[in-house]
């Protein structure tokens, strides 16, 4: 079965500190991938996505991902985190053609200031 | 402003009762999605639907069953038959093809 794996469940880091998300997928074939944050009361909203192209992607707020098609991989990675970035953050996987999101389960970030 | 609502914020459902949520969407998309978000399970995709008048099944569609009469409009029912419905229910909708789908601020339901 097609599925998404965030290794790291909770992660608490001090501001300045640099971070890394990894997301590993299980599917064969073309996919899209995606980022989304969710702050503390506010709507899930996209971070970055990767389509095709530069396996390198860069979101809002400084965040950028490496898509790496051998390792079935696209982790997030910010270099300096702000206490702001306090969220929990999905990794997502489409499968192309099937119209359909596959979530990881999710990476609660949490940023002391 | 353009965007998807769902009410209410807060549901209560009794034992053996069905609940409604409700989402709709002003952004002309036409496809849209339910997703239950449990704590350290992620999203897990319920039911979605691609066009009016058509909806597929998710992983987890047992005990939910939905509509699409509407473009702007996706209600999910809650059915008595759903054991486990506590949960925080997020909608979202996308253009089909063009992946990237947009959430509304969800409905979180709780058994009295």
């Known amino acids: 079965a097609q599925s998404v794996s965030q290794h790291n469940h909770h992660v608490i880091l001090s501001e300045a500190a640099s971070l890394e998300l990894g997301c590993n997928y299980s599917?064969?074939?073309?996919?899209?991938l995606f980022w989304y944050v969710q702050y503390p009361g506010q709507h899930l909203q996209l971070l970055l996505k990767?389509?095709?192209?530069?396996?390198l992607v860069k979101g809002i707020k400084g965040f950028e991902a490496e898509f790496i098609k051998s390792k079935f991989s696209f982790n997030l990675r910010k270099p300096s985190v702000q206490w702001s970035d306090t969220a929990e953050y999905f990794c997502a996987v489409n499968p192309i053609s099937t119209g359909k999101l596959i979530f990881g389960q999710g990476t609660t970030l949490q940023v002391k200031p | 402003d353009g965007g998807i609502t769902q009410s209410p914020k807060y549901l209560f459902r009794k034992e053996g009762q069905n609940v409604t949520l409700s989402c709709e969407q002003n952004?002309?998309?036409?496809?849209m999605y339910w997703y239950r978000q449990d704590p350290g399970q992620g999203l897990r995709l319920i039911y979605y639907?691609?066009?009016?008048?058509?909806?597929q099944k998710g992983d987890i569609a047992e005990g939910y069953s939905v509509s699409r009469e509407k473009k702007e409009s996706f209600p999910l029912t809650v059915t008595s038959a759903q054991k486990n419905p506590t949960a925080f229910y997020l909608c979202a909708s996308s253009i089909p093809g063009k992946e990237t789908q947009y959430f509304g601020p969800g409905t979180r339901l709780l058994v009295l």
């Open positions: 952004l002309n998309h036409d496809a």
């Open positions: 990767y389509f095709s192209g530069d396996p």
């Open positions: 599917y064969g074939g073309t996919v899209n």
């Open positions: 639907s691609q066009i009016v008048n058509d909806f």
